[in-house]
């Protein structure tokens, strides 16, 4: 009968692991919290979100407990209109992938062609690669990516970033995430465009429209971050106003709600002016009033900020 001393202690290997202490230690909860506070609605992207990081916190354990695994793949495409919150996920997304240690510095650098691609022979090379040197240790954030390919200029150099993009993004795979990102359907040529750049990001999330009433939300967001508010009568104003904005070219989701809102303040601003010499009390410094929203062009069809005798398309 062998002895106490033949049997063989735990491996480390045996150790069990608790997945809450690296949880904690990167300060993933924080970042999500901060996402659901920053951003109404877009359960789905969240929802991704948070599955990307379990992924992450999931491998860190297999590796203290010597499941060796190749590293996941995190680059990713971002899809969706303007205004839906992609840049701002990318930048919840690095704090995320820095506080499990999968990027050195957890920075974001926003890229768009003019950054990459050169006009001459020659130029391009050396464009992506400072881009790409800026942005290691971190995320490289690369908008409207599809403007990269264009097929109907033959002596378009844009390919030729693709190509290094590529190259970086398979050997520095352990210290820079690439996110591409632009409208659904060009996303989706631009992927069709070269096979190889589509089987190197493995994470495609779209980012829908936001509703009326989750634009709503986003506007009392901005005013309050910024301490102002609607009036009672402006409010109904502002929902007419969202309802209007969103049947008209160009809507760009959250990012025109908060240029109709610089608006809104600029009209409260000179409604005030016109009254100096007359005390005005906090409350009036802080509300926007019915007129300053109807004032707008949208309610007589019209695009703000654009020349009026502009036809829409």
């Given at each position: ?5 033949d049997?063989?202690?735990p ?8 997945l ?5 230690a ?6 999500l ?20 990081a379990?992924l992450?916190v ?10 060796d ?19 701002t ?6 704090k ?6 999968y ?19 020659g ?14 240790g ?9 403007y ?6 033959e ?5 030729e ?5 590529l ?6 795979r352990e210290?820079?995430v690439v ?5 659904k359907?060009r ?10 750049l589509?089987?190197?990001?493995a994470n ?8 009326a009433d989750?634009?709503m ?9 910024d301490n102002?508010?609607?009036s009672?009568?402006a ?5 007419d106003?969202?309802?209007?904005r ?6 760009a989701?959250?990012?025109?709600i908060?240029?109709a ?9 000179n409604?005030l ?8 009390t906090?409350?009036d410094l ?5 007129e ?22």
């Open positions: 009968m062998p002895s106490s001393n049997e063989q202690a491996s480390a290997h045996d150790t069990p692991v608790d809450r202490i690296p949880y904690e990167s300060g993933i909860q924080e970042v919290d901060q996402l659901d506070r920053e951003l109404i609605g877009l359960q789905p992207v969240k929802a991704r979100i948070r599955e990307i379990a992450l999931v491998n860190r354990a297999r590796l203290q407990v010597g499941l695994t190749a590293p996941p793949s995190l680059h990713m495409s971002f899809t969706g209109r303007p205004g839906t919150g992609k840049t996920v990318a930048e919840r997304m690095s995320i992938l820095h506080g499990l240690g990027v050195r510095k957890g920075h974001v650098v926003t890229a768009t062609r003019d950054d990459l691609v050169g006009q001459y022979i130029h391009t090379a050396p464009k992506t690669r400072e881009m790409l040197k800026r942005a290691m971190g995320v490289l954030f690369i908008d409207e990516a599809y990269l390919y264009r097929p109907e200029n002596r378009d150099y844009g390919s970033a693709i190509e290094i993009l190259q970086v993004m398979e050997s520095s210290d820079l996110i591409f990102a632009g409208y359907e996303m989706d040529i631009f992927y069709q465009s070269n096979p190889g589509s089987s190197r990001v495609h999330i779209d980012f829908p429209d936001y509703g989750e634009l939300a986003i506007a009392r967001l901005i005013l309050a971050a102002y508010r609607l009672e009568e409010q109904p104003v502002f929902a106003y969202i309802q209007r969103m049947k008209l070219p160009f809507f989701n959250a990012r025109s908060r240029n809102i610089d608006r809104a303040r600029m009209r409260q601003a409604r002016f016109t009254r100096m010499g007359s005390p005005l906090k409350l802080m509300t926007i009033e019915a300053d929203i109807a004032a707008s062009r949208v309610f007589r069809g019209e695009v703000e900020g654009l020349d009026p005798s502009r036809p829409l398309i």
